[in-house]
DNA sequence: TATGAATGAGTCTTCATTCAT
DNA sequence: TATGAATGAAGACTCATTCAT
């Protein structure tokens, strides 16, 4: 393995994805990317055969990246307990890396994403997915539809990383556990009301 | 003489945003408006200076388009009705106007927005903002700083929003109330945990 | 004849003309000819076929305006007195119509000029040609090529009202007779030097 | 890396210059500009911002190129011989370089000349201009408004280079003589008539 | 491998001309 | 006949990609 190589590729790689947080997808320029990644516009091409390829590689690394590899074996735990774990790591994988979610959201609406990144299912969420069953078959979360559950989280989520990168906003550890009993209340049986 | 047609203006107005949610900010092509609008590409430069007008038009009359001018008199009903109704009707739009949702999504991040739309305040929610103070106030809902409050009430809403256009899901009158229950949930005082 | 129709030709061609002085054959636009003309663009095009038959249709009428025209029998007067007259009457046509000088000077090397046009010959001289070569077969003028001649008188006069025009120069009755003693010292046989 | 080229600038600027000449300012496209330079149109804009400013640098450039650059030390020279050397080198710069002189003409009136070019002085002649009063004051030559002299000299030259391009006139040392005879004749004190 | 000047296909935009009124 | 909105061909300009160094 060359380093410097691999560099380049990495800096390629970052400033694609920052720059589209900047300018947009319809702003992202080679010569941009080239100045953000410091290197010259032509060399982008050793790397890469052309944009198209360029920005769906990228797409499709971040979507295969699992926001959950870092997590720990949280198994053993209640699964109350377990849904705050992951909840809180994909909080704070938004909240880092919101860029990330800015490209995907961007990229996936643009002319240049490949017919086989336009079916990629997004399958970092399956271990969520897999706890709410477990937890709903449990009885301890409210029979809903996973799509409904999931938008909740996510949405709110994002919309709150959004919030947060725009405006500042506080994301200590107050917050955070603030924002997951929401959740926590949206979808736990027995709010007795 | 024919008369300048006001249909027109619609007409791009329409085809600019439905096209924005098809092929991206990145992939709008005034030729491509133009087909869209079924009128020459040259017509469009009778109704705006350039591209960047156009766009920063359609932006700015969508940003001011009130979500809530449709609601009737609400203020006489319990403010959790109140907040229902307000709910309902956000949501209803969000679902009917996706493409709206999508057009200032990727636009904002567009190289071609102007500096005065940059600083553009969407005042369509203040409405709502001020119904959740009021019950804030009165101790039905927790006391959350409304940003987060609408985070997840606007988050949730697009993400199902979206999803409810991509994957066809259902939107029915029990799935409305469903998922506005499960924000009442997250919102509410009382969960008596 | 239709008066209006009379006076609508009548208003393009001033137009024309009056708007290649101010801003030159590139920027000379139908739209802008319709609103000097105080008519509708298209309108113009039911007094001319196109542009550039326009351009050329005003082209050939200047060149075939006679500037001697409206000179009176002189053939009696001393041939020196003759010439004065004509250079006068030049010149005043030539500082009263710099518009006119202007709009053939920049048609003549645009590429709407007709090739019929491109080979007219400019015969509002032919009286003053035939003035110098009586005037050197009497001895009275140096026996020089009236291609240089001309071009002393001719070239001196334009730009005399060029300059007259740009820098409101006086033309008073003393400055014609200062200009024309300078031709007429730069011609005349005798300066026995 | 391909080094970037000084020719090619050289290259524009004469192949906006001549062609200007050859199809006016109105037929300057960018594309011919690009053809006669021979290099690719997206070229030209590597060295100009756009079309306006190409010209408007060209404009300048030729503005300030000093026609009497080239004399030598004259000073020394009776100033009847001074004027000749003067008028010999304008002459033959605009023989030389009819082009120019159309550039300029066409230029100053289009719409595309920038308002700091609009006000700019033409001042290589000020040496012309100088020497002139020099002569009057020694009383050599009438003291006559410099304007009107210098439009004796400059209008009869242009307009004589215009015709010696066009018609290809003979301009031969001789010719050069007798011209310059006859605008000492128009403006040398004493022609004791 | 790395560079960035050069290229030219593809957009945006203008404006002569047409056409519905 | 007169209008000016609408058209679309043509020209300006951008930017992904190539290529000489």
Redesign the interface.
């Known amino acids: 393995m060359r380093t410097k190589d691999e560099n380049k590729l990495m800096a390629i790689f970052d400033a694609t994805v920052s720059l589209t947080?900047k300018?947009?997808?319809?702003?992202?320029k080679m010569s941009l990317i080239a100045k953000e990644a410091e290197i010259a516009a032509g060399t982008i091409y050793l790397y890469y055969k052309n944009k198209k390829d360029l920005l769906n590689a990228v797409y499709t690394n971040l979507k295969s990246e699992g926001i959950f590899s870092v997590i720990g074996k949280i198994e053993h735990l209640p699964i109350q307990v377990q849904l705050f774990r992951l909840w809180e790591v994909a909080f704070e994988y938004h909240v880092a890396n919101i860029n990330k979610s800015?490209f995907i959201?961007?990229f996936e609406?643009?002319?240049?994403i490949s017919s086989e990144n336009k079916v990629m299912e997004e399958d970092s969420m399956s271990y969520l997915h897999k706890t709410l069953e477990e937890a709903k078959k449990r009885g301890i979360v409210k029979p809903?539809d996973n799509?409904?559950i999931m938008?909740?989280i996510?949405?709110?989520?994002?919309?709150?990383a959004a919030?947060a990168t725009k405006?500042s906003?506080d994301t200590s550890e107050d917050?955070k556990h603030?924002?997951y009993s929401?959740?926590w209340?949206?979808?736990r049986e027995n709010?007795?009301e």
Not at 109 to 112: A, E, F, G, I, K
């Open positions: 947080a300018v947009g997808i319809a702003g992202l800015v959201e961007q609406l643009s002319p240049m809903i799509h409904i938008s909740l996510l949405g709110f989520m994002k919309h709150l919030q405006d906003l917050v603030l924002c929401m959740c209340n949206a979808i709010n007795n």
